[in-house]
């Protein structure tokens, strides 16, 4: 599992595959226009992989999804 983690997916994040996308549209820019892909990984980068947009989302729906699992019982329940 740690191959994972410390191989594949830095691979796969630094070499995506234009040919066998996730994302069509991404895979589209990256292969007609290099650097504006890059320019929009790296806004996307700060706006959604930085430690303040992960603190500060936490902060907004944390509370909601406690709310939402409230009413699921867990597995060592016995229901």
Same mark, same amino acid.
């Given at each position: &599992? !740690?191959?994972?983690?410390?191989?594949?997916? @830095?691979?796969?994040?630094r070499y995506p595959n234009p040919n066998d996308p996730?994302?069509?549209? /991404? =895979? =589209?820019?990256? &292969?007609?226009? @290099?650097? #504006?892909? #890059? $320019?929009?990984?790296? #806004?996307?980068?700060?706006?959604? $992989?930085?430690? +303040? /947009? =992960?603190? $500060?989302? $936490?902060?907004?729906? %944390? *509370?909601?999804? *406690? +709310?939402? &699992? %409230? *009413? !699921?019982?867990? !597995?060592? *329940?016995? #229901?």
């Amino acid at each position: &599992m !740690i191959n994972i983690f410390e191989v594949f997916l @830095p691979q796969l994040l630094r070499y995506p595959n234009p040919n066998d996308p996730l994302n069509g549209e /991404a =895979a =589209a820019l990256l &292969m007609r226009h @290099p650097k #504006e892909y #890059e $320019a929009k990984v790296k #806004e996307y980068v700060q706006r959604y $992989a930085t430690k +303040e /947009a =992960a603190d $500060a989302l $936490a902060g907004d729906n %944390s *509370d909601d999804e *406690d +709310e939402e &699992m %409230s *009413d !699921i019982g867990s !597995i060592s *329940d016995g #229901e």
